[in-house]
């Protein structure tokens, strides 16, 4: 009971004297399937997710999009010409075009365009083939999924299984839908609403205003504010314009007493829990340790083995897609004490958290 006060504590005097109570054993890393087992098979299909829960992941993490008739469904961004087949289909060739989303000029096929029974129809792809070879061998075998459907999955995995995964669904480009008559928080509450297990949610984006309006709306859940190595946030840009509060300025000792008054917790770049000196050497910074002295949770994405993905010092022969030393970067992101990280291969995560 103790260390459940520890983790929501505002205060620092609270988590003082709360730290006394329990054991010296810090609270155990959640291992986050990130968009389910994606370095596996192509993201956010059912075979990506079922694949997640049977390796031990404690989480999963969809990203939610919508469509033009209100369904949410799963994609990692609302363009979907690189995750889906639609620009193979003749039928869907009109519908290209090009859209302005959160200040980025993007071009391709666009969940807003379609209906839900056309979606349907598409069949995902690997969106990183040259890196993920085995994983693109599956592309056309899984239709995309709704948000719907991956909930009833959790629900069946419970049933069959005894095990209680969480969920942590990320809101993607609210203030965009909502630009579009497609109010996110709306939609994303409803969803719930049926589901109802507040003590296994997280709820995350790139724009605290969605997770303010979520808690409005009565979700409850825990709420965690996705923060980039640089710039600003979407809600932030469109009201202020080149004014934005910087994420760096959230970043600081001030910045993230602010958000500990407003969200549980932050997830961040992971570049942002590492840096690198010239001669290769890779260090943990103090963004953890500060982040909970505000009393906040902290979680990082994204811990990726292939050479592309990892620190230069990390890197292990010539290819971007062959994989690095991958064990010492994960243990170095999991030393600085952070509370959940997002693995696009959970059993590697897991084995990383379990060799500490």
């Not at 693109?136 to 999924?145: E, K, L, N, V």
């Not at 993607?172 to 994303?188: C, I, N, Q, R, W």
């Not at 719930?192 to 003590?199: D, G, K, Q, T, V």
């Not at 202020?240 to 000792?253: C, D, I, M, N």
Request: glycine share 8%; hydrophobic share 40%.
């Amino acid at each position: 009971m103790a260390a459940a006060v520890v983790s929501s504590c505002r205060r620092r005097s609270c988590r003082e004297v709360t730290l006394s109570q329990v054991s010296a054993s810090p609270p155990r890393t959640l291992v986050i399937g990130h968009r389910g087992a994606s370095g596996y098979r192509p993201e956010h299909t059912r075979a990506s997710y079922e694949l997640a829960i049977a390796l031990g992941a404690d989480a999963v993490e969809p990203d939610i999009v919508a469509t033009k008739d209100g369904v949410l469904v799963l994609r990692h961004e609302n363009e979907i010409s690189g995750t889906t087949d639609v620009a193979t289909r003749p039928e869907f060739a009109a519908r290209r075009t090009t859209k302005r989303i959160d200040g980025v000029s993007v071009t391709g096929w666009f969940t807003e365009d379609f209906t839900w029974s056309e979606l349907s129809t598409l069949r995902a792809v690997e969106r990183l083939p040259q890196i993920r070879q085995p994983s693109a061998t599956f592309d056309g075998t899984q239709p995309i999924m709704r948000f719907r459907d991956l909930l009833d999955l959790l629900d069946e995995t419970a049933e069959r299984t005894g095990r209680e995964l969480q969920l942590v669904a990320e809101v993607k480009h609210p203030t965009y839908f909502a630009s579009l008559g497609l109010p996110l928080d709306e939609l994303v509450a409803a969803e719930l609403a049926r589901w109802n297990r507040p003590e296994r949610l997280i709820l995350e984006s790139f724009e605290q205003t969605v997770l303010m309006q979520l808690r409005d709306r009565g979700v409850r859940g825990r709420a965690v504010y996705l923060i980039e190595a640089r710039g600003s946030a979407p809600d932030l840009r469109a009201q202020f314009g080149r004014k934005a509060l910087p994420y760096s300025a959230q970043l600081t000792s001030a910045g993230l007493a602010r958000l500990a008054g407003e969200v549980d917790g932050i997830s961040v770049d992971k570049s942002l829990l590492l840096t690198s000196e010239r001669d290769g050497r890779v260090h943990a910074t103090d963004l953890v340790a500060r982040a909970h002295d505000a009393g906040l949770r902290v979680f990082t994405w994204t811990l990726r083995p292939e050479n592309r993905f990892l620190a230069p010092g990390h890197r292990r022969g010539s290819s971007p897609r062959d994989w690095g030393d991958w064990r010492r970067e994960f243990a170095l992101v999991l030393s600085t004490g952070v509370d959940g990280v997002f693995a696009d291969h959970p059993d590697l995560g897991i084995a990383a958290r379990d060799g500490l």
